[in-house]
């Protein structure tokens, strides 16, 4: 499901970020130009680090899945960044953080499910080691984006079809 709402161009590799702060402002620069305006990237930052002010969303073993449900996006967003180096993000296990999946959600109704939903399956996916050690060497965007398809694909079976592809298409 969480592989859906990525886009090719929405994955960074190398992220050079020192800490947490850039890294999330990175993350919004991967974020879609046609899912967010220019003007409310410093807002949705904002609303990102507030969130990790409430507890960090470093899960441990090098991942972090930072979300919010933000009003200034009509649509489910994604961004995927790679650090090999790894950044400072403070963390359930102090470990550097190496792959960040980020979520971005509308203000509606169901989006608390929805989020729910994409961060257990996202988050049950990267705990395949042997998976994030592939991700991490990859020097292409689109090599990662065919991992997490192929590797994903029996996960689509469970995609709400509707948000993907308003995600995918904004339609």
């Known amino acids: 499901m969480f592989q859906q709402l990525l886009l090719e161009e929405s994955i960074g590799i190398g992220l050079k970020a020192e800490n947490q702060k850039q890294a999330l402002k990175q993350m919004v620069d991967l974020l879609p130009q ?17 969130r990790e002010r409430f507890g960090t969303t470093a899960i441990g073993d090098g991942i972090a899945l930072p979300r919010c449900i933000f009003s200034g996006v009509q649509y ?3 961004a995927l960044a790679i650090s090999r180096e790894g950044i400072h993000y403070p963390s359930l296990d102090g470990e550097l953080v190496h792959i960040i999946f980020l979520l971005v959600l509308p203000e509606r109704e169901e989006s608390q499910q929805h989020k729910e939903r994409i961060l257990h399956i996202a988050e049950s996916f ?46």
């Not at 994030?132 to 020097?139: D, P, S, T």
């Not at 065919?146 to 948000?163: F, I, Q």
């Open 34 to 50: 046609w899912g967010l305006k220019e003007s409310t990237k410093a807002e949705l930052l904002e609303r990102l680090l507030e």
């Open 76 to 78: 489910p967003l994604a």
């Open 126 to 171: 990267f705990r395949d080691r042997f998976l994030c050690e592939r991700i991490k060497i990859a020097e292409h965007p689109e090599e990662v984006y065919e991992l997490l398809l192929r590797e994903g694909s029996p996960m689509y079976e469970m995609v709400d079809r509707d948000m993907t592809l308003r995600a995918r298409y904004g339609t």
